[in-house]
């Protein structure tokens, strides 16, 4: 890649998952990338795997002190930043009845306030430098709410408002805005999900690979693209149903039957994998 076309890209939550497959994504493409998480040992094992193109730093991205210093050593590093991706997200899994406020109170302030803070903190840099590109990982639960991630769709539904009202508001200016929405993805956040029966209808369908959306993640950021849906086809079905109270009804008996079974498979097929223990 031409050096005029080479981006520093900063990736949050890249210790592994979506994160991490973007930037291995984005340097494979000639881009310079900065792994930032709070697992700052994870961050570091996977800008170590990366070579000279990445460097790992440590971001607790709800800490405002934490991205105005981190920023500041990007650009002391490589005098800009180009991108950033806002990906870190946690889950805490359960019926709504079942997870205590606090974990709902950290979901939303992770998920939600997290990226908000990470738009908040480039904003104005990007606006003073003349150029930008914000992409917000989302997801399709800001569309389909499921059980059992009835907070974390919340923080996705809350994420993609404050992310076209953002852009709303600065349109016309220098900042591009992405917001792309993947199905279940193959990530350790999958994992945890699959130790839960309320998260059955997260497996009715096929899960992605994070190598396929950490690969389209690159090229949004190549074309702007205004919002990403993985995979494409999905589009159109999940708005559908987002705006209509029973067809999510009737989607969540039938799915949830199918994804039930799939779950009680994977688990076989990952008990074999292991082994007795």
């Not at 494979?28 to 697992?39: E, N, P, S």
Request: charged share 20%; no cysteine; proline share 5%.
């Amino acid at each position: 890649m031409k050096a005029a076309k080479s981006k520093v890209i900063l990736i949050t939550g890249a210790a592994s998952g979506i994160g991490a497959a973007t930037a291995q994504a984005a340097v494979a493409a000639g881009h310079r990338v900065v792994v930032a998480d709070i697992d700052v040992a994870g961050a570091e094992s996977v800008a170590g795997s990366l070579g000279e193109g990445a460097i790992a730093v440590r971001l607790d991205i709800r800490e405002e002190a934490d991205w105005a210093g981190v920023l500041d050593a990007v650009v002391a590093r490589h005098g800009r930043l180009d991108v950033l991706v806002n990906n870190a997200a946690i889950v805490h899994t359960g019926y709504v009845r079942d997870v205590p406020l606090e974990r709902h109170a950290q979901t939303m302030t992770t998920n939600f306030l997290g990226a908000v803070a990470g738009m908040l903190a480039v904003l104005p840099r990007f606006k003073a430098q003349g150029s930008g590109h914000i992409v917000n990982v989302s997801s399709m639960t800001a569309f389909i709410p499921f059980p059992g991630l009835a907070t974390y769709a919340a923080a996705k539904h809350a994420l993609r408002a404050f992310h076209h009202a953002l852009a709303l508001e600065e349109r016309g200016g220098p900042v591009a805005f992405t917001i792309v929405y993947p199905t279940a993805t193959e990530t350790p956040m999958l994992d945890k999900e699959a130790e839960d029966d309320a998260l059955a209808l997260a497996f009715a369908g096929t899960p992605m690979t994070a190598d396929a959306v950490g690969t389209a993640i690159v090229a949004a950021i190549r074309k702007q693209s205004v919002e990403v849906y993985l995979p494409p086809e999905r589009g159109k079905v999940v708005r559908r149903l987002g705006t209509s109270p029973p067809a999510l009804v009737a989607m969540v008996e039938r799915n949830g039957a199918i994804g039930a079974e799939k779950l009680k498979a994977r688990r076989a097929a990952r008990a074999a994998e292991t082994g007795p223990t």
